[in-house]
C-alpha cells in the first residue's frame, strides 16, 4: 500500500542552525513528490516538487528511491520558517495524492 | 484572481444531521479534490473531479459520504447522518488539468463540529 511517513511531529531548531525535514514513502511505482507548507492562518500550499530540482526560499529536497525518501533540507532555518510541513505523493496513472500526518517546524531566535 | 474559496469556514452540527460543504475552485480549474484532516493527522483524499465526473471516489469513507461538482465548477460535499468521528477539517483544492505535476492550490477549509 502507498504511505508516506513523516516520523517527526515537531522540529524545533535555533536560528541559523540547519533543518532537515524527513520523508519516506512507500510506493512500488514511480514517484510524484510534493513538499506543501502551512504557514500561521494561511492556506496549504506547495512548496516545491521534486520533478522541478528547484530551491524554494532555501529549501531543497532529493527524490532517494534507493531509500525511498524526500527529506526537506535548509542550511541556514529563519523564524519566517516556523510552519507545518507535509509530504505529499502523487501516484502513477492515479489522482490521489497521499500526504504525510507533517512536521511542525518551530525555529528558536 | 480569486482562490478557492470553501463555505461555510465553520460548521457546528448535531449527530445524525446531514451536512453540505461547499467549494468554488479557481475559474477554469478542471480539476477538483476534497481532502479530510481529523486532529492530528494528515490530509486524508476523499475524491477527486475532472470536469463534472468523479473517476477516483475510492477515498470516501463511507456510502454516508458523497459529493457532486455542476457545470465543472462549484462542488458540494454532503455528509449524511453526521457521526462524530466526522469533525474534522475538510479541505478542497482545485489544479489546472489534473496531471501529475499539476499544483493543487487549496481552499482555507470548512471545520465540522459533530456534537
Known amino acids: 500500500a502507498q504511505r508516506v511517513t513523516q516520523p517527526e511531529k515537531l522540529l524545533s531548531v535555533f536560528k541559523g542552525a540547519p533543518v532537515e525535514l524527513k520523508c519516506n514513502y512507500s510506493?512500488?511505482?514511480?514517484?510524484?513528490l510534493f513538499w506543501y507548507v502551512q504557514y500561521s492562518r494561511q492556506r496549504l500550499q506547495l512548496l516545491l516538487r521534486?520533478?522541478s530540482r528547484e530551491s524554494i526560499k532555501g529549501f531543497t529536497a532529493d527524490l532517494n528511491k534507493g531509500e525511498t525518501s524526500f527529506h526537506l533540507k535548509k542550511p541556514f532555518a529563519q523564524e519566517e520558517d516556523s510552519a507545518m510541513y507535509y509530504c505529499?505523493?502523487?501516484?502513477?496513472?492515479?489522482?490521489?495524492?497521499?500526504f504525510g500526518a507533517g512536521t511542525r517546524l518551530f525555529v528558536k531566535a | 484572481g480569486a482562490g478557492v474559496s470553501q463555505s461555510p469556514s465553520n460548521k457546528v452540527t448535531e449527530k445524525g444531521k446531514d451536512v453540505e460543504l461547499r467549494c468554488d475552485p479557481i475559474?477554469?480549474?478542471?480539476?477538483l479534490y476534497w481532502y479530510r484532516q481529523s486532529l492530528g493527522q494528515g490530509l486524508e483524499f476523499l475524491i477527486y473531479?475532472?470536469?463534472?465526473?468523479?473517476?477516483?471516489k475510492s477515498g470516501l469513507p463511507s456510502d454516508r459520504f458523497s459529493a457532486e461538482r455542476t457545470g465543472g465548477s462549484v462542488s458540494t460535499l454532503t455528509i449524511q447522518r453526521t457521526q462524530q468521528e466526522d469533525s474534522a477539517v475538510y479541505l478542497c483544492?482545485?489544479?489546472?488539468?489534473?496531471?501529475?505535476?499539476?499544483?493543487?492550490?487549496f481552499g482555507p477549509g470548512t471545520r465540522l463540529t459533530v456534537l
Open positions: 483544492a482545485s489544479s489546472r488539468s489534473g496531471g501529475r505535476t499539476d499544483t493543487q492550490y
Open positions: 510506493y512500488s511505482g514511480s514517484p510524484e
Open positions: 521534486h520533478i
Open positions: 505529499a505523493l502523487r501516484i502513477t496513472g492515479g489522482f490521489k495524492t497521499i
Open positions: 475559474s477554469g480549474h478542471t480539476a
Open positions: 473531479f475532472q470536469g463534472n465526473s468523479a473517476p477516483d
